[in-house]
């Protein structure tokens, strides 16, 4: 199970990683972890799926590096975000929702660099806590009592930083929101792309595209997918878009930058 929410942290929080038992995954907001599960933690169930897409396979020129297993429910969404594989994403049932946008507009994400830090897992009181690496919840007894909670490790002198976007479209409604992050919400810029994926449908989302995704339940109250990943070719895409990336956050260091006017002429 992968669970954490840095909520209005100043860090990019690594999620606390813990085992459960199968059955108690149903009661999560989400369970995953982006490390082959589906071939890994869930190989009983690898009979139920496709083992890869021979069309993708043939195309990619090679077989799914990871293969992935996710469920969660409606409280569960991502941040804005790009992955170095060509992701063939599936639902099994519920929901996906997905907005979009290319590999040369990443600079609307608002990417920034953040401090790395830790989600921990501990209980209420004098109890020791747990690592916040991958451990077993039977350390903590009854594991879904109210006296267990996650709480941020202190990364204040952390020096390892990651990129990542502070856009949370789950509170997109929110003026204050709107107004700053005008590349991405302004009607200046052209709109995201919004894909539903339904239960049975199969998703290509291309290498270094920016994704930011939630989900919506069936009658059960669960939606479950599983994604395959494969390796992507790094050429000239991949050159462009850190090209231009790079050139648009080291413009907006600079006071006074033009930033905007580089941003116009790379995506003209």
């Given at each position: 199970m992968d669970e954490g929410d840095a909520g209005d942290s100043d860090a990019d929080v690594d999620a606390a990683r813990v085992l459960l038992p199968f059955p108690s995954l149903l009661f999560l907001p989400q369970a995953q972890q982006q490390n082959d599960s589906m071939r890994k933690e869930f190989a009983p169930l690898l009979s139920d799926v496709d083992a890869h897409f021979a069309w993708a396979t043939e195309a990619f020129e090679c077989m799914p590096e990871a293969v992935n297993f996710w469920m969660g429910d409606d409280r569960s969404s991502t941040s804005f975000h790009k992955d170095n594989y060509e992701n063939i994403y599936v639902v099994v049932t519920g929901t996906k929702h997905f907005v979009l946008l290319p590999p040369h507009e990443g600079h609307r994400c608002y990417m920034r660099k953040?401090?790395?830090?830790?989600?921990?897992?501990?209980?209420?009181?004098?109890?020791?806590?747990?690592?916040?690496?991958?451990?077993?919840?039977?350390n903590f007894g009854d594991w879904d009592g109210d006296d267990l909670f996650f709480e941020l490790e202190d990364h204040s002198d952390c020096d390892a930083e990651v990129s990542w976007s502070p856009l949370d479209l789950a509170r997109d409604r929110d003026a204050g929101e709107r107004a700053r992050y005008p590349r991405f919400y302004s009607d200046a810029w052209p709109k995201p792309l919004h894909v539903d994926v339904h239960a049975g449908d199969v998703l290509y989302l291309p290498a270094l595209y920016y994704h930011w995704v939630d989900q919506s339940v069936d009658a059960e109250g669960r939606c479950i997918a599983v994604n395959y990943w494969y390796d992507m070719k790094f050429g000239a895409n991949f050159a462009?878009?850190?090209?231009?990336?790079?050139?648009?956050?080291?413009?907006?260091?600079?006071?006074?930058?033009?930033?905007?006017?580089?941003?116009?002429?790379?995506?003209?």
């Amino acid at each position: 199970m992968d669970e954490g929410d840095a909520g209005d942290s100043d860090a990019d929080v690594d999620a606390a990683r813990v085992l459960l038992p199968f059955p108690s995954l149903l009661f999560l907001p989400q369970a995953q972890q982006q490390n082959d599960s589906m071939r890994k933690e869930f190989a009983p169930l690898l009979s139920d799926v496709d083992a890869h897409f021979a069309w993708a396979t043939e195309a990619f020129e090679c077989m799914p590096e990871a293969v992935n297993f996710w469920m969660g429910d409606d409280r569960s969404s991502t941040s804005f975000h790009k992955d170095n594989y060509e992701n063939i994403y599936v639902v099994v049932t519920g929901t996906k929702h997905f907005v979009l946008l290319p590999p040369h507009e990443g600079h609307r994400c608002y990417m920034r660099k953040y401090p790395s830090s830790t989600c921990r897992l501990k209980r209420k009181g004098n109890a020791p806590s747990a690592s916040a690496n991958a451990h077993d919840l039977s350390n903590f007894g009854d594991w879904d009592g109210d006296d267990l909670f996650f709480e941020l490790e202190d990364h204040s002198d952390c020096d390892a930083e990651v990129s990542w976007s502070p856009l949370d479209l789950a509170r997109d409604r929110d003026a204050g929101e709107r107004a700053r992050y005008p590349r991405f919400y302004s009607d200046a810029w052209p709109k995201p792309l919004h894909v539903d994926v339904h239960a049975g449908d199969v998703l290509y989302l291309p290498a270094l595209y920016y994704h930011w995704v939630d989900q919506s339940v069936d009658a059960e109250g669960r939606c479950i997918a599983v994604n395959y990943w494969y390796d992507m070719k790094f050429g000239a895409n991949f050159a462009m878009h850190n090209f231009v990336n790079a050139a648009v956050y080291h413009e907006e260091q600079e006071e006074g930058g033009t930033h905007l006017h580089l941003e116009s002429e790379f995506t003209a």
